[in-house]
Structures are given as C-alpha cells and as structure tokens.
C-alpha cells in the first residue's frame, strides 16, 4: 500500500490551497484517513480526520477553515484550506489505516510530505 500526495505550494496570507492524497496497491480496506503536519521544531500534530463513514475530527487551530473528505470508491482524501494563516506553513502528511490484501488487521502508511508555505 502507498499513500501518494499531491498538492501543496505557496499561497499568500487569506489564500486557499487543496491537498489531496490517494492510496494504492493491493488494499482490501482502508478506515481512517487524515492529515498531520509539522512545523520547523515542533512536533507532527493531527489536522483533521476522516472516517469511512464521513465522520470528522478537525484541530480546534484550522476548525472553520479546513474541510476534509473523501471518495471510498477511489481511496482518496482531501484537505481544503481555506484562510490559510502563516501558523499553518508546515510539511503536511497524509495518513491511513488499510488493510492490504493477504492480511488480517489494518496498518497505518503514511504519504510523503508536502510542503504548504503561507507568507506574504
């Protein structure tokens, strides 16, 4: 299993940016999908989480401005940002819980990062 992500960039103060994360390979399943990030000297910390039933957990710091979803069909999630701040620069990382075939419990994979830079 893979997590690809896509997305990311630079983007003014007030911007939006929209970061989406697809996985890949022999997947019987896949749960909880989500978004982390980690700015320079502090630790990866959760943005927001999805299950595959569409319920939402979203960080008091983004709640508002953030929306996740996701297409089951096609293993994928997305991270709309909207009123990006500078406190949201950080490397965002995308995370799922999948069971791949051949296997009997779920394991987490995480996507490489992408870098979200919010400065004026």
């Known amino acids: 299993v893979q997590l690809r992500a896509y997305g990311g960039g630079s983007v003014q103060p007030g911007g939006s940016l929209r970061l989406s994360c697809a996985a890949s390979?022999?997947?019987?399943?896949?749960?909880?999908m989500a978004w982390y990030r980690q700015a320079p000297g502090k630790q990866r910390e959760l943005v927001a989480e999805?299950?595959?039933?569409?319920?939402?957990i979203i960080a008091d710091s983004v709640k508002g401005r953030f929306t996740i979803s996701r297409d089951n069909a096609k293993n994928t999630v997305t991270l709309r940002m909207n009123s990006l701040k500078p406190e949201d620069t950080a490397v965002y990382y995308c995370?799922?819980?999948?069971?791949?075939?051949?296997?009997?419990?779920?394991?987490?994979?995480w996507g490489q990062g992408t870098q979200v830079t919010v400065s004026s």
């Open positions: 999805i299950t595959n039933g569409g319920d939402t």
């Open positions: 390979g022999s997947i019987l399943s896949v749960t909880d």
């Open positions: 995370n799922a819980f999948a069971t791949p075939s051949g296997s009997l419990r779920p394991r987490e994979y």
